[in-house]
């Protein structure tokens, strides 16, 4: 998962005796046995951030609710536009607006949304009270973002797929992870639950913390960056930045390892991307 997402769980949550299981979702079987009598809400992130693993939102959201816990799915990745998770079965969705919907990485902001009223009331309570809401500009902002998300997301797949292809074809790339190849493990599923692939693309470098710090400095038009989904094109290593708070031995047992680099596709001309790529490539 995001590394915010077990940071908030670990410093947050857990001291206030909220209990956590964790289990790869990717097998509905592993997420039937990490069910305890006492489970009553199952969070999924899909894509999974950065390696881009997808969980089936139908399956585990029938086995869930078998065991009568809500669901809730981290859309951030694929926004509305690609992904529909309500439909697909889950009881929230919830995305960070700071990235595709607002799209122009200008506003931190996030959303809540579901369609069941009970649950609505009680979220809405809790916002009232608590006062987490997002400033009126910071709502303008947002509310101009949506007006191109259709046009911005077809874009930013369009540019993925070309440079997920790229990658593959480097000797310096070991492996790239995006859903949209056919060899992705996930790929069949994400054609059953996706209208679209998204737009973020990670793959794994020869080498390691040294040749990836070489990668990033001859990049010009990849900006080194933590966030996703703007209109501009970013470079994130995800075990020193979005994961950074993961002890070592648990990076590496999920994948994050010291060779992984992210990048969130944007908008700007293709080959101007792959040009950058290929010179930041450069042995």
């Known amino acids: 998962m995001y590394g915010g997402t077990y940071r908030l769980i670990k410093e947050v949550f857990e001291p206030f005796n909220v209990n956590f299981t964790f289990t790869d979702f990717t097998d509905t079987k592993q997420v039937q046995k990490a069910f305890l009598p006492s489970t009553k809400m199952v969070w999924i992130e899909t894509p999974t951030n950065p390696l881009l693993k997808i969980f089936d939102i139908q399956a585990i959201s029938e086995l869930s609710h078998k065991k009568n816990a809500i669901v ?25 607006t700071t990235k595709y919907i607002n799209g122009h990485s200008d506003i931190i902001g996030g ?3 579901l369609n069941n009223t009970e649950l609505f009331g009680k979220i809405q309570l809790v916002q ?5 809401v997002p400033s009126p500009f910071d709502s303008w902002l947002t509310l101009r973002g949506v007006k191109t998300l259709a046009v911005r997301m077809k ?35 994400a054609k059953k639950q996706m209208s679209g ?26 900006q080194l960056a933590d966030s996703l989904g703007g209109i501009e094109s970013l470079a994130n290593y995800s075990a020193l930045m979005t994961h950074d708070y993961f002890p070592v031995e ?14 969130s596709i944007g908008i700007e001309h293709i080959d101007d991307l792959l040009e950058d790529l290929k010179n930041a490539l450069t042995i």
């Open 250 to 263: 648990l990076r590496q047992k999920i994948g994050v390892t010291d060779n992984l680099i992210r990048l």
């Open 128 to 132: 009232k009270s608590v006062g987490a």
């Open 155 to 189: 874009q930013h797949e369009k540019n993925a797929f070309k440079v997920a292809g790229f990658l593959q074809n480097q000797k310096n790339v070991l492996e790239v992870f995006f859903p949209g190849l056919e060899t992705h493990p996930g790929h069949e599923i």
């Open 72 to 96: 809730v799915v981290d859309n951030t990745f694929l926004s509305p536009y690609f992904q529909k998770p309500l439909l697909l079965g889950a009881d929230i969705v919830v995305h960070s």
């Open 111 to 113: 959303a809540v949304i």
């Open 197 to 222: 692939f998204g737009g973020v693309v990670s793959f794994k470098l020869k080498g390691g913390l040294a040749e990836c710090n070489v990668f990033f400095k001859k990049l010009r038009i990849f």
